[in-house]
């Protein structure tokens, strides 16, 4: 007798099909991503109490080293955790001078008290709070903080939440919903309530070809495990509509970075 896969089972599937497929997306990924803006590290700062200069952090799921690279210029001693192979060869490669050691937020490759910052950028919700939440305690120096943040649409601007609702029907699933939860809901974010997590948000914007924006869309995990043939028709039809909208071809991409900083208690 077959025994059907329950819901759960698909679940937990699709999650580590999606968690995988940045691997042989990498460089696409590194090229197209957004960045962050200044005023989200000086929000870390403040909040965390310390100056980024000179403090040990530790960047985990650090993928290609977007904010890596961000904290390593603001003169941290940056290492960079990174669980995918692609990802790290990437990471590596674009930054040779950051080191990189394999492991995830789950289970941290690191001694006790050994970090002043934990960073995850787009990274925890990757992970089981259950495991990551004890582990970044038990890395934490006391009085060192955990930063989780996320780059996501900006909720006010039309053209955005027009593209959203198109991606929605598309994927069956609400992306922007999502990753806007996991930045505002504490309890999600550490359902033990072990940490005490101040809320901030940073606007910013960028400029980019609209090739890049449809490549920046198509990096994401939901994207990558579809089929080539349905992605590329539905970027096809995205790109008469953004041209529509940005004629010159130049998209202006309008975020809200959502960060979650708790200090150990």
Known sequence: MTVSPSPAQD??????????????????YAANRPSYPPALLDAVEELAGRPLAGARVVDVGAGTGIATALLHERG?????VEPGDGMATQLRRAHPDIPVVRGSGDALP???????LLTYAQA???TDPARSVPE?????????????????DAPDVEWTVEEGRRIHRFLGADRAAESRAAGTRTDRADPSGR??????EVR?????????????IGSHSYFLVCSEERK?????EERDHLLRVFPDGIVEETYDVLLLLATKP
Do not use: K, M
């Not at 999650?15 to 497929?21: I, L």
């Open 195 to 200: 940490l005490r997590f101040t809320r901030r």
């Open 124 to 126: 925890w919700h990757w």
């Open 232 to 236: 590329a028709a539905f970027l096809t």
């Open 204 to 216: 910013w914007s960028r400029r980019v070809p609209v090739d890049t924006h449809l490549a920046n």
């Open 11 to 28: 679940s937990e599937t699709l999650h580590a099909a999606r968690a995988h497929s940045f691997n042989a997306a990498a460089a696409q």
């Open 76 to 80: 941290a001693r940056a290492l960079a």
């Open 110 to 116: 690191l001694a006790d008290a050994s970090a002043d």
């Open 136 to 152: 970044a305690l038990r890395v934490l120096r006391p009085g060192g903080a955990l930063a989780l943040w996320w780059n996501t």
